[in-house]
């Protein structure tokens, strides 16, 4: 399975595959190609690390959404991708990506969704009360933060708890998350039934 990553930022999840696929947890996956929209991402030094080709394409370039995403299918296709992991990709991506990688394409939000979507899962979820939060890994479907869902893991939202501090709780189970989905649909263990993902033994 050839992987690739499209990230903004720092790249923990990132990470958390590439160490996974090195360590031998996910077998028969390689990341071909992480690609940022941001220059100064940090997760395209995480790929320069593990000498995996880090490309960053800039919107600046394009004159429009759809444009910017024909350059990165291109991309996607001169690399042979089989599956895209959106990795805090902070980028709307517009239908005729997810479309074209229907079912191909896997996200993570630090939130139980759909509860908390969009920007700031863990402010938001800090000013509702909610007692329990946690990340999602989802099929990801033109929708913002919809599609059907992989996997969720849990975490207490604790008393005096900052964003800050949620987030880093919450980050935690996105990291051994992200790689646990990973291989699930590396091993071709995901059955979809429209909104069900039903995980095989
Ligand atoms: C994570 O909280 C992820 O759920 C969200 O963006 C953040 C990315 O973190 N979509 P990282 O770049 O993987 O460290």
């Known amino acids: 399975t050839n992987i690739s990553v499209l990230v903004s930022g720092r790249g923990t ?23 940022s929209d941001k220059k100064e991402a940090y997760a395209l030094t995480r790929a320069k690390n593990h000498n995996i080709p880090g490309i960053f394409a800039d919107p600046k370039s394009f004159s429009s959404r759809e444009a910017y995403d024909d350059c990165l299918l291109d991309i996607l296709k001169e690399n042979k991708t089989d599956l895209v992991l959106l990795a805090g990709y902070l980028r709307i991506i517009t239908g005729r990506l997810t479309l074209a990688y229907e079912n191909k394409m896997i996200n993570i939000h630090p939130s139980l969704l759909p509860a908390f979507p969009g920007l700031h899962a863990q402010k938001q979820a800090l000013e509702y009360g909610v007692k329990v939060s946690g990340c999602t890994v989802h099929l990801v479907e033109p929708a913002l933060d919809g599609g059907p ?17 949620l987030a880093a709780r919450i980050l935690i189970e996105e990291n051994k998350a992200y790689p646990e989905a990973v291989k699930l649909f590396v091993e071709n263990k995901l059955r979809i039934n429209g909104r069900n993902v039903t995980i095989l033994e």
């Not at 958390?16 to 071909?32: Q, R, W, Y």
């Open 13 to 35: 999840n990132l990470q958390s595959v590439i160490d996974a696929i090195e360590n031998g947890d996910i077998s028969g996956a390689k990341i071909v190609a992480v690609i």
């Open 149 to 165: 869902v992989i996997l969720q893991k849990t975490v207490p939202v604790l008393p005096g708890d900052t964003e800050e501090t």
